[in-house]
């Protein structure tokens, strides 16, 4: 038999339990959600979970300042514990960055972000185990934190289910059929139609993508975080730290157990295939990474390396998501290459992409994300470069 809807979404990560969310919270729809592993399975599952405002790209900025208050009051606002923790965050750079930080500060600013450039003494007070010998410039972002990222998926997923939408686990995607109006997508588990089909499977996408002849524009790549300890535990409510003086661009936050969690922001390893992705780090990485977090925070030249993990990223030629309807099939949509943002931007990218599929104006604009962009010469930049501080 062939099960019905009028939007079936693909992908059970944040990005896809959010469009679930909103749109079964708007009404009047028969929301589907097909995920093939379990909710929280895919690259959601490996996320940092850190949530910002700093970013560069205005688009980017309006969304995370939006997405943040739906963190911070989650379970008002959308039912459910995250763990949100506020514990603002640092940007240190070299001096070059100094007027680039202090043009978007003042971007920010109009938006109601609170974000300042500090002195070495102030950002001390803050993280007391920083050195600032070889930093030229310090952002502070007040209003960050972190959440879980398990908690988040499934506080989503079963405030979708609440408002009457249906979650299929364990339904791996084995073809999508556009003929006009109806669509179907054909699984292990049998066959399912709607009129419009939202993608949000993350790196794992291309494989959907072949299946109705659209080549979006990303690639995959495999990063890694650690986790170090020392002696003293690493205190809960140290500021969540992004690097930029280092290749890396290494990003840290503290994590239960009294460790730091570790990240790069950088491009990482080249991943022809998402399920090949092993959580493997080798140790010349923990060496490097040491020597990096050994420098910044001196306290932690004898860490020891207690965990190790890999993360997917799906990152376009200007490392900013493809986001809203494909060109040339109407009722398809995707939402894909968040370069390392997605998380953070996660509520209001749901929020918009279920008022998009609904006929309605996205509250927080989304046209910028459109995959026509590239073509178009109107590709997304930020003012540090190529990269995940976007």
């Known amino acids: 038999m062939t099960k019905t809807a009028d939007v079936i979404v693909i992908g059970g990560g944040v990005i896809g339990t959010s469009a679930?969310?909103?749109?079964?919270?708007?009404?009047?729809?028969?929301?589907?959600?097909?995920?093939?592993?379990?909710?929280?399975?895919?690259?959601?599952?490996?996320?940092?979970?850190?949530?910002?405002?700093?970013?560069?790209?205005?688009?980017n900025m309006v969304h995370a300042v939006e997405s943040l208050k739906i963190?911070?009051?989650?379970?008002?606002?959308?039912?459910?514990?995250?763990?949100?923790?506020?514990?603002?965050?640092?940007?240190?750079?070299?001096?070059?960055?100094?007027?680039?930080?202090?043009?978007?500060?003042?971007?920010?600013?109009?938006?109601?972000?609170?974000?300042?450039?500090?002195?070495?003494?102030?950002?001390?007070?803050?993280?007391?185990?920083?050195s600032f010998h070889d930093v030229g410039v310090i952002g502070y972002d007040s209003q960050a934190g972190y959440v879980d990222p398990y908690l988040t998926a499934t506080a989503f997923a079963n405030r979708a289910k609440a408002l009457g939408a249906e979650i299929i686990t364990g339904t791996e995607v084995t073809g999508i059929t556009l003929d006009g109006g109806m669509k179907?997508?054909?699984?292990?588990?049998?066959?399912?139609?709607?009129?419009?089909?939202?993608?949000?499977a993350g790196p794992?996408?291309?494989?959907?993508?072949?299946?109705?002849?659209?080549?979006?524009?990303?690639v995959n790549s495999r990063h890694k975080v650690i986790t170090l300890k020392v002696n003293t535990p690493y205190q809960l409510d140290y500021p969540i730290v992004k690097d930029l003086t280092t290749e890396d661009k290494i990003y840290f936050r503290s994590?239960?157990?009294?460790?730091?969690?570790?990240?790069?922001?950088d491009h990482g390893d080249p991943l022809d295939d998402p399920d090949s992705l092993r959580d493997n780090v080798d140790m010349a990485h923990v060496e490097r990474?040491?020597?990096?977090?050994?420098?910044?925070?001196?306290?932690?030249?004898?860490?020891?390396?207690?965990a190790g993990w890999t993360g997917p990223y799906d990152i376009t030629p200007d490392w900013n998501p493809i986001v809203g309807g494909v060109d040339g099939h109407d009722g398809l949509y995707v939402a894909v290459g968040f370069s390392g943002h997605?998380?953070?931007l996660a509520p209001t990218i749901g929020e918009s992409l279920s008022?998009?599929?609904?006929?309605?104006?996205?509250?927080?604009?989304?046209?910028?994300?459109?995959?026509?962009?590239?073509a178009e010469g109107k590709t997304l930049h930020g003012a540090y470069g190529i990269g995940s501080i976007s």
């Open 20 to 59: 679930a969310y909103n749109l079964a919270k708007a009404g009047g729809q028969k929301v589907l959600l097909l995920e093939r592993g379990d909710i929280c399975s895919g690259g959601t599952a490996k996320s940092c979970a850190i949530v910002r405002t700093h970013y560069s790209v205005e688009a």
């Open 71 to 130: 963190f911070a009051d989650f379970d008002n606002r959308v039912g459910g514990e995250v763990g949100w923790r506020r514990t603002g965050y640092l940007i240190v750079g070299p001096e070059s960055h100094q007027e680039p930080m202090e043009t978007v500060f003042r971007m920010q600013n109009k938006y109601g972000i609170d974000t300042a450039v500090l002195t070495a003494k102030e950002a001390a007070e803050k993280h007391p185990l920083l």
């Open 184 to 200: 179907t997508v054909q699984t292990n588990q049998g066959q399912f139609q709607a009129p419009q089909i939202l993608m949000a």
């Open 204 to 218: 794992w996408t291309h494989d959907l993508g072949k299946m109705i002849g659209v080549q979006f524009p990303y």
């Open 255 to 265: 994590e239960t157990g009294g460790v730091v969690l570790v990240g790069t922001g």
């Open 289 to 306: 990474i040491g020597a990096l977090m050994a420098n910044r925070m001196p306290s932690f030249s004898d860490a020891q390396f207690t």
């Open 342 to 344: 997605g998380f953070k």
């Open 355 to 374: 008022q998009l599929i609904l006929g309605q104006p996205p509250r927080v604009p989304i046209d910028m994300y459109r995959m026509g962009r590239f």
